[in-house]
């Protein structure tokens, strides 16, 4: 099972043309929240379980000459599913009413890329934002999996994040969001 990323071959041929022109310094740890309402009854059946995994990218900044920061948050949230499934769940959050979240995690982390100091090239400044959309989270996506691991393990209830892909969007029906599962 992967997580996947949607992009098109232009915002990827973009992207790629950053990425060949930028180097990760750091990931930095910003925010965590965690909140464990483990204690009330849930099912021992991991069917009835739905997962949640929604991540976004804020705005990236260009604070220091040189240096680009990608801000990404992610947010996993455990609810006891109202009909049971053959497998547990992960989906984007929907308007209709959800039960509310026994575990539910908020992680904030920066990317920080080295940029040319030099002017740099047209092609790098228009594929900034597209470069923050997918890199942003595919960067981070190691960290927050640990975080996720890590947390969930010393609430009582592991979980591991599948893999992030990034997928163009040709290769999927229209009708998919952002975050799909395999």
């Known amino acids: 099972m992967a997580i996947e990323l949607l992009a098109d071959l ?12 930028v180097e990760l310094k ?3 740890l910003v925010k965590i929240v ?4 483990y204690l009330m009854d849930v099912p021992a059946d991991p069917r009835a379980l ?12 260009i604070l220091e000459p040189g240096t680009l920061f990608v801000p990404v948050q992610m947010v996993v949230e455990f609810r006891v599913a109202e009909k049971p499934t053959k497998e547990s769940e992960i989906e984007e959050t ?3 009413e959800e039960p509310q979240p026994f575990i539910s995690l908020y992680i904030q982390m920066v990317a920080k890329y080295q940029i040319p100091l030099a002017p740099a090239p ?11 959309k997918l890199n942003g989270p595919y960067t981070c996506w190691p960290y927050f999996r640990n975080h996720v691991n890590q947390l969930t393990n010393e609430m009582g209830f592991p979980f591991v994040l599948p893999v992030l892909r ?15 599962e395999e």
Do not use: C, W
Not at 34 to 37: E, K, L, Q, S, V
Not at 123 to 132: I, R, T, Y
């Open 122 to 132: 047209k092609e790098v400044e228009k594929g900034l934002p597209v470069f923050s």
């Open 10 to 21: 232009e915002e990827l041929n973009a992207a790629g043309v950053v990425a060949r022109n």
């Open 166 to 180: 990034i997928t163009t969007k040709s290769s999927m029906p229209d009708s998919e969001e952002e975050v799909t």
């Open 26 to 28: 750091q990931v930095h």
């Open 34 to 37: 965690a909140d464990n309402n």
């Open 50 to 61: 739905s997962v949640m995994v929604k991540h976004s990218v804020e705005q990236y900044s």
């Open 94 to 96: 929907s308007e209709q």
